[in-house]
């Protein structure tokens, strides 16, 4: 029987919360670290894809970045993609050091932009010994173009980070605008999506459904696929044409330096998050990648 356990660790000055699912068995287990969306909380989907993989034999670690939920830090809610890779890098430190995991079996698991963070750390931290992508949100300048209504938008997106990553200079207040609205034509996705409007789905208390404006310019100048030539550990993507920029994971996958796989399937992007039988084919076939690839 998997149980769980509330945990924490240090990072970057502050402590972050996690809840780490150890499976049954005598013995350390491989261990993996899990992440989700762009702005989430453990609780969106994390915690749902670290809890299956406990009930598949591995310890799994899921949690809050700096700033994000019940871990410290501030300023809160800001999306940034160096300072997530740092707090990846500081959870599989503490997953490593903990007596019921395998320091020489680590795994890393990203779903939506957690997928770029969790490459990010994995072509830099030889501790990942594989890597597993669920529904991957991968992209460059050029998608994010494509993404954000061309070259003029996502300068313009720029341009007001800009501003106002200075007024929180001048005065620590931060813009907040919603993550998701389907009447805030500000959200940085102004469209109806069920999963985060939801309550019982994504629309949840823990998450507070806010962005900051000024980390507009870390976002989108963020090149993830640059990463993938970096990146020699085995690495699985999960994948539906239905889903996010599928090309920027396929592109990904094939850049990547190191043995590799892609299973596409069928769904749309927030189907991965918490709808069957996606959530159960993709924890199966991650697992099963893990199984394989940490010995």
């Not at 609205?181 to 939801?198: G, K, V």
Request: charged share 25%; glycine share 8%; with cysteine.
């Amino acid at each position: 029987m998997t149980t769980q356990h509330k945990v924490t660790f240090s990072g970057r000055g502050y402590t972050l919360t996690g809840n780490l699912f150890l499976p049954d068995g005598g013995g350390p287990a491989p261990g993996v670290v899990v992440a989700g969306t762009w702005t989430s909380v453990k609780e969106l989907m994390a915690d749902r894809y670290a809890e299956r993989l406990a009930d598949r034999g591995f310890a799994a670690l899921s949690f809050d970045f700096t700033g994000f939920g019940e871990s410290q830090g501030e300023p809160r809610d800001v999306e940034d993609p160096a300072h997530k890779v740092r707090d990846i890098h500081d959870a599989v430190t503490f997953l490593a050091g903990h007596p019921a995991v395998d320091a020489d079996r680590l795994g890393a698991l990203g779903i939506c932009a957690a997928a770029m963070y969790m490459a990010d750390n994995t072509a830099h931290d030889p501790r990942i010994g594989s890597l597993a992508l669920v529904a991957p949100w991968l992209h460059d300048a050029a998608i994010c173009e494509a993404a954000y209504g061309g070259a003029d938008a996502v300068a313009q997106k720029i341009k007001t980070a800009r501003e106002a990553r200075d007024r929180f200079t001048r005065t620590g207040e931060i813009d907040y605008v919603p993550v998701v609205s389907a009447t805030d034509e500000r959200a940085a996705m102004p469209y109806d999506i069920d999963f985060y409007l939801n309550p019982a789905r994504g629309g949840i208390p823990e998450w507070p459904n806010r962005f900051a404006v000024m980390a507009w310019e870390d976002w989108l100048t963020y090149d993830s696929l640059a990463l993938a030539p970096r990146i020699t550990r085995p690495t699985l993507l999960v994948h539906s044409e239905d889903a996010a920029i599928p090309d920027g994971a396929r592109r990904f996958h094939a850049g990547l330096a190191g043995p590799r796989d892609i299973l596409w399937t069928q769904g749309t992007q927030f189907d991965f998050y918490d709808q069957e039988p996606q959530v159960t084919l993709a924890a199966d076939t991650v697992a099963a990648h893990f199984g394989r690839t940490l010995r």
